[in-house]
């Protein structure tokens, strides 16, 4: 069907530009509830995306451009299908602008072979870690667990040459164990997603969560705070991916006036007193869940440096903002990778502080970096001692709080974070139940 | 081309389901088919750049074959007789159901549902929707010379869905419309936005804007410039429907998800006709309600759509299910089986969730509060069911001041507490209700359609 597509694409000639992209997946979903199995799915899809760009001359006369995307399904009427995107994108007015010229394609690693081969056996093979795991620990019970093991297939083919191919994996993971009886029962829930079933590294991060679930049935009240908190690792990972360094350092909110940062200019409002930021927009992570080889216009892997010492350096634009802002092309935002700090993790837990673990929900305003959010488990950590707590808010905003940080030397990956395992912000505030 | 068309391909299946059905009970004790066809279109306006999409279709069967303890299920993409009846022989030759289990495929039923319009969106073109929304963007922007953009995100989707199982047949064609206006502007603070939404299962009619509405948008958007960081402790509170419904939403909606039960995760499973809240209090789940955004007919597994009260001047009555947990608890069903698309399993999921109103006007709740804060936005939330925990983010607040607004703005303002606390707190329940849409998640994933909302509610609550 691809080729027949592609047959009509190539026979318009009110288009200036196309792509198609035929996605196919398949998968195996697994939903165990205590011992037993509650659902297996198999799961397969296929379609076929286009993308296609008019010249279409302004109220005025100026050249304008529009641009339209249609999804085919198998059997889908093709014609009907490139009608409707050619009506669609003839009916707006924007900027001209092109699509992405063939360029090389790196190689990135994205598939897990064992997962590739037989996806329902990594989805049970997750879920029987999880058990082994719970069977090993009495003080919990694993309740529920879910896996989601999937194939995924890419082919772009462009009218401006691009043809090629990529092939992903990826694994959706979450489980709950439950520790406590009665009332005094507690819950550790957590979700992950990899492309690869060793990057789960599910015997610890599972013994993590059995932790977890005990220090919840000891955990005090919040304490009110203001000074040192730390996050590590996941939660780490989880909050430097809600989208507030992500939507301010994109062209296209640049475009529309939506983010004030300028390139060569510093990002944070206020005097910088910690370590220096450093970021960089990366596609090319070897099994990172925002990798790929290209991406949905076809523009390479690429790993973009955007802030170097606290400075904007660039912003990750598709091709259409990088031609507005005459800025190159650099694809989707991708995974993100921070520079490490200078001070081993160990000194900086050194330091009396509060930890959190567990937010209900970390979202900070994503064009103020403004956040209130209610911490499900911290620790109060003095030394050795690490005083479990539930309840409070964790107050603040995140941009300031990255102008006041201290980061880790030792790096790691979580899924879409390279970077420092610790961060140390010397300055928020914990606001406690009372 | 005719047969080409998903929704004919669909309908000229129908006819033949029972066949599928039949198959796979040969093995299982319960089997049903599922045709799933989710398509429509989405623009985008702003101040220097449009666009015109299809919204990302889906189109799928699901098989199902249940024995009481295990659902396993097919999931083929796009609609083939063959590759249908061929599932159907691979889900009965899997073998191992347990066959002593009755399972419930539900009374005898058919019918064939369609939203009612008056503006049907498949009536009109699209160059017609785009220039209202391009008229819609010049409204905004002509009223304060701060504004640095004006969004507008429009959605139409149409959801068909034909089910059967050995007592049913259903077809319904579910057409929901959706459209955000958003008005970033520009300040010393740097860029602040505010936005006002429409979202309904209904036609172009629902999608209006007063001017003073977006009067209203504009300075609230303007306002925000000056918004302060509230300080954090109890106030009384008065919450707008939206505030209300979320509130609602994430207590005891996916509290109640009964699938949560049987994960041991529902601290709502040991209070029930237990005081969770005020005797004010009514909570509802009613996908039948017309015109709102969680609407429908029947549910994913072909239950008829029925409303469901979950908490009862103040007594938590019952939660809402899927067929699984129904069956596994041993409880009756509600409509509440749902999925994101075919790709993905059934949940026990809300539909419109909301506050039962009260009797009292809402001039009279600003006076009761006297001093307090008035929740008029949310902006997101997120539910504890174990720990009964509650996170609403609020996009603002503003202060009341003997019973009336000060225009003091404080911003973002976010809800914490334990939630029999904070329901119980309720001291007032405006006579208005008004609900409002948007996309509700499991946890971090299964997207659905849905609704909630509520009146203005008094209540006492920690803000930070």
């Known amino acids: 069907m691809l080729n027949a597509i592609l047959q009509s694409l190539r026979a318009r000639d009110d288009l200036k530009a196309w792509s198609v992209r035929h996605i196919q997946t398949r998968g195996a979903q697994q939903y165990d509830l205590h011992t037993s199995t509650e659902s297996k799915r198999s799961v397969e899809n296929e379609r076929f995306v286009v993308n296609v760009l008019r010249e279409t001359p302004g109220p005025d006369g100026a050249p304008t451009c529009g641009a339209s995307t249609v999804t085919i399904l198998p059997g889908g009427d093709i014609d009907s299908a490139l009608d409707s995107a050619s009506l669609m994108a003839g009916l707006v007015h924007n900027q001209p602008y092109d699509f992405p010229s063939p360029a090389p394609m790196p190689e990135v690693q994205l598939v897990d072979k064992s997962l590739d081969a037989d996806p329902a056996s990594s989805a049970g093979g997750t879920l029987s870690t999880l058990k082994e795991v719970a069977s090993d620990n009495a003080q919990v019970r694993l309740t529920a667990g879910e896996s989601f093991a999937e194939k995924e297939t890419v082919h772009l083919v462009s009218s401006s040459g691009i043809d090629a191919v990529q092939e992903s994996t990826k694994l959706d993971m979450e489980w709950v164990f439950i520790a406590g009886e009665g009332e005094q029962e507690v819950e550790a829930f957590a979700q992950m997603n990899r492309r690869r079933a060793e990057d789960l590294r599910l015997e610890m991060e599972a013994g993590r969560r059995v932790q977890q679930a005990a220090d919840l049935l000891l955990a005090g009240p919040p304490p009110t705070h203001k000074g040192p908190v730390v996050f590590r690792g996941a939660t780490l990972a989880a909050a430097l991916n809600t989208g507030v360094l992500q939507t301010l350092s994109a062209a296209s909110m640049k475009y529309t006036g939506e983010t004030q940062w300028e390139i060569g200019k510093p990002i944070f409002r206020e005097e910088v007193k910690g370590d220096p930021l450093n970021v960089w927009a990366n596609r090319r992570l070897a099994y990172g869940v925002g990798s790929n080889r290209f991406d949905a216009e076809g523009i390479p892997a690429q790993r973009v440096e955007l802030i170097r010492d606290n400075v904007l350096v660039a912003f990750w634009a598709s091709q259409r903002f990088a031609e507005y802002l005459d800025i190159p092309a650099t694809g989707r935002f991708g995974d993100i990778e921070l520079a490490p700090g200078p001070t081993p993790a160990q000194e900086l837990l050194s330091i009396p502080h509060v930890e959190i673990v567990e937010f209900s929900w970390f979202n900070p305003d ?15 950590v003095d030394g050795e001692k690490r005083t479990p707590f539930k309840g409070g808010m964790l107050v603040g905003n995140l941009l300031d709080a990255l102008a006041n940080v201290r980061w880790s030397s030792e790096t790691g990956f979580f899924g879409n974070y390279l970077g420092p395992t610790t961060a140390l912000f010397n300055e928020l505030t914990v606001v406690g139940g009372n | 081309m005719p047969d080409q068309d998903p929704v004919l391909k669909m309908k000229k299946l129908r006819s033949t389901l029972g066949d599928a059905v039949a198959t796979i009970e040969q093995s299982a004790p319960y089997g049903a088919v599922l045709l799933s066809y989710n398509q429509g279109l989405q623009i985008y306006v702003d101040n220097r750049q449009e666009t015109v999409s299809e919204h990302d279709p889906t189109a799928g069967t699901v098989l199902t074959a249940f024995d009481g303890r295990t659902m396993r299920e097919r999931a083929l993409g796009g609609f083939d007789q063959q590759a249908i009846l061929r599932g159907a022989k691979e889900l009965a030759s899997e073998g191992g159901f347990v066959k002593k289990q009755l399972v419930d495929p539900g009374p005898e039923r058919k019918g064939d549902f369609r939203t009612p319009m008056k503006i049907d969106p498949s009536k009109m073109t699209t160059k017609e929707k785009l220039e209202k929304l391009r008229e819609l963007n010049a409204r905004v922007n002509k009223l304060d010379e701060r504004i640095v953009n004006v969004r507008i995100i429009y959605r139409e989707v149409s959801q068909n869905t034909i089910f059967g199982n050995r007592v049913a047949d259903l077809a319904q064609d579910i057409q929901r419309v959706m459209i955000y206006v958003y008005a970033f502007t520009s300040g010393e603070k740097g860029i602040r936005f505010d936005w006002k939404s429409r979202h309904a299962s209904a036609g172009w009619e629902a999608l209006n804007f007063s001017d003073d ?17 509230i300080e954090p402790g109890e106030y009384n509170v008065i919450t707008s429907p939206s505030v209300s419904g979320v509130i609602a939403h994430e207590s005891f909606g996916h509290g109640v998800e009964t699938d949560m039960f049987i994960k041991d995760r529902a601290r709502a499973e040991s209070y029930l006709n237990k005081r969770v809240g005020s005797p004010l209090v009514d909570i509802w789940d009613d996908p039948s309600l017309p015109g709102e955004f969680g609407s429908y007919f029947f549910d994913d597994e072909g239950f008829a759509a029925v409303p469901t009260q979950i908490v ?17 608890l041993g409880i009756p069903r509600s409509a509440n089986g749902r999925r994101q698309d075919f790709s993905r399993k059934v949940y026990a999921r809300m539909s419109n969730t909301f506050f039962g109103r009260g009797e009292t006007p809402v001039d009279e709740l600003m006076k009761q509060a006297e ?3 008035f929740l008029a936005k949310m902006s997101s939330g997120m539910e504890d069911p174990k720990g009964w925990g509650i996170q609403v983010t609020c996009h603002y607040g503003q202060e009341i001041k003997g019973g009336k607004p000060t225009g003091r703005m404080f911003a973002p303002v976010v809800i914490t507490g334990y939630v029999p606390d904070l329901l119980e707190s309720v001291t007032g329940v405006g006579k208005d209700l008004e609900l409002g849409g948007g996309f509700c998640g499991k946890g971090y994933k299964e997207t659905a359609l849905v609704s909630s909302g509520g009146p203005h509610m008094l209540m006492k609550a920690r803000l930070s």
């Open chain 2, 312 to 328: 009862k001047a103040g007594i938590f009555q019952r939660g809402i299910t899927d067929m699984y947990s129904a069956t596994a």
């Open chain 1, 366 to 380: 994503t064009i103020t970096g403004d956040f209130s959010c209610e911490i499900r488990l911290g620790y109060v």
């Open chain 2, 371 to 373: 001093d307090g804060i």
């Open chain 2, 213 to 229: 509405d977006l009067q209203d948008l504009v300075e609230k958007a303007v306002g925000l410039h000056s918004a302060e960081r």
